[in-house]
């Protein structure tokens, strides 16, 4: 079974770096046809889509965050992360990383129970 457990502060001030990472167990994130995927929750609102590395090594962002966001991955320790620049309270959310595939990139199989990121001085 695979597991994903996201880790990083829970508190950033605007105009810095929001850096999270996902560790992975029970599953390589080097495995073909997997999109390693973040997703966000603001409260009170909907899921939204930050982006993912698939398999590959390569990564696709959405075009509202892609100025600011950048995935990286380390495959030594099975990890990938998220860093997203010039932070504001409007990036508060709780910031969920999670598994997509085989094959498509949107339909998540494996979610991490998620962690609150507050954007506040």
């Known amino acids: 079974q695979v597991q994903l457990q996201e880790s990083g502060p829970g508190l950033v001030k605007p105009s810095q770096t929001l850096s999270l990472t996902c560790t992975v167990s029970?599953?390589?994130?080097?495995?073909?046809?997997?999109?390693w995927t973040w997703i966000r929750q603001p409260p009170g609102k909907g899921l939204e889509w930050i982006g993912y590395t698939p398999y590959s090594g390569s990564t696709y962002y959405s075009p509202s965050l892609k100025s600011r966001t950048s995935i990286s991955r380390d495959t030594s320790k099975n990890q990938f992360t998220l860093q997203l620049i010039s932070v504001t309270p409007e990036d508060t959310a709780v910031y969920y990383c999670?598994?997509?595939?085989?094959?498509?990139?949107?339909?998540?199989?494996?979610w991490g129970k998620g962690t609150l990121v507050t954007v506040s001085s």
């Open positions: 999670a598994r997509a595939g085989p094959y498509s990139a949107w339909v998540m199989d494996y």
């Open positions: 029970g599953g390589s994130i080097t495995a073909n046809y997997y999109y």
